[in-house]
């Protein structure tokens, strides 16, 4: 087995397309065709992690938050981060950080947080965009249900519960082909008319490469006319942060107690009081202040993330609860997430999940 199949698998789960655009995810360090003796699963790649692998026989980390996010000029060990990476390059351990593309993953960080606290009835809270891409073709009538049929069956046409979706128009379709053409229908150096179909289909971008390839393979003619472009729809299956119910409604000061005991943390940051019954929560792992009006939009009676500063809660305005729990205790499950998740595919490899609690922070 080698890195490749591994994380091949990973991004089934979190495909690195849905990572946003500042983050740095993916093979950090390493070579794909690598042979996999071992994988450790942690939060933070940082030296003891490193250490870890080492006795334990893993020469991949699989990591959530990535080691290297911005671009490193030296590497002479003179921070945390060069010296993780220095490490790891000196003992041949790969490193595969997932964060955010696993941050808007239906299944992903804020999933298995509702999993935690037993929220219900959950949907995604931020919907992303940019996800969702159109593919238009022409193609001869007497190839348009071929051709549709190989576009779904890479992937092409899903909206929702839906599959095997298109938009197919007929018209007539004009070329000329020069000196060089080798047409399929007509003559080269002569004007032709073609009976055609207009397909049009939406995809997920993580499918255009395995679309383009389909199109261009099962497309009769020599020049595939085409076009794609992205559209500005919502993917409500993919993005940050997920609302819920929790099965029976509580008192503020009580589902506080629950949440602090649930997530592990010695402490719970919240805004006042406003004397509201729990039920309707919203959650968001790590940094989650941007999210707090598209918590309190949604409806939610609480909103539970982390990494709020000061005036920041002054945006609940006596009509949400805000929570900070922590970013590591927002984020502390994940590990285990993907060590399930990797357990059912590679149930007799060696999948382990790191003993090492990465939280700099601590309470007195």
């Known amino acids: 087995m080698i890195i490749k199949d591994i994380t091949n698998y ?44 080492i006795a334990k026989k893993c020469n991949l980390i699989v990591s959530f938050h990535p080691i290297i996010f911005s671009g490193l ?36 960080v804020s999933a298995k947080m509702c999993e935690v606290l037993g929220l219900t009835n959950t949907k995604v809270l931020i919907p992303k965009k940019g996800i969702i891409k159109k593919l238009t073709t022409y193609v001869p009538n007497k190839n348009a249900n071929n051709l549709r049929t190989v576009l779904f069956d890479a992937g092409a046409g899903n909206i929702g519960n839906y599959d095997n979706c298109s938009f197919n128009v007929s018209g007539d379709g004009t070329f000329r082909g020069n000196e060089n053409s080798n047409p399929v229908l007509g003559e080269k150096g002569k004007l032709h008319t073609e009976p055609e179909t207009k397909i049009s289909v939406i995809f997920e971008s993580k499918n255009e490469k395995s679309i383009l390839k389909a199109l261009q393979e099962n497309h009769p003619y020599e020049e595939v006319a085409y076009e794609i472009i992205t559209t500005e729809n919502v993917h ?54 941007f999210a707090i009006s598209d ?13 709020f500063k000061y005036h920041e809660f002054f945006k609940a305005e006596n009509c949400i609860l805000l929570a900070d729990i922590g970013h590591y205790e927002s984020e502390q499950f994940t590990k285990n997430l993907l060590v399930d ?24």
């Open 341 to 364: 998740y990797l357990t059912k595919k590679f149930s007799n490899f060696a999948i382990i999940l790191s003993e090492k609690s990465t939280n700099p922070i601590y309470y007195i």
């Open 10 to 53: 990973i991004e089934k789960l979190a495909p690195l397309n849905y990572a946003e655009s500042f983050d740095n995810v993916g093979l950090l360090i390493g070579n794909y065709s690598t042979k996999v003796t071992g994988v450790l699963v942690a939060l933070d790649t940082l030296e003891e992690t490193v250490d870890e692998a």
């Open 236 to 289: 409500q299956n993919i993005g940050m942060g997920m609302i819920g119910e929790l099965n029976t409604e509580m008192d503020e000061k009580n589902f506080l107690k629950y949440l602090k005991s649930t997530m592990k943390t010695d402490c719970v940051r919240h805004s006042a009081f406003i004397n509201k019954k729990i039920k309707k929560v919203a959650v968001l792992g790590g940094s989650g202040s």
């Open 73 to 108: 000029k030296k590497l002479n060990g003179n921070s945390y981060v060069e010296r993780v990476v220095l490490k790891a390059i000196q003992n041949n351990i790969a490193i595969y950080a997932t964060h955010t593309a696993l941050d808007n993953s239906k299944n992903g």
């Open 295 to 307: 918590a309190k939009k949604a409806g939610a009676d609480a909103y539970v993330s982390a990494d």
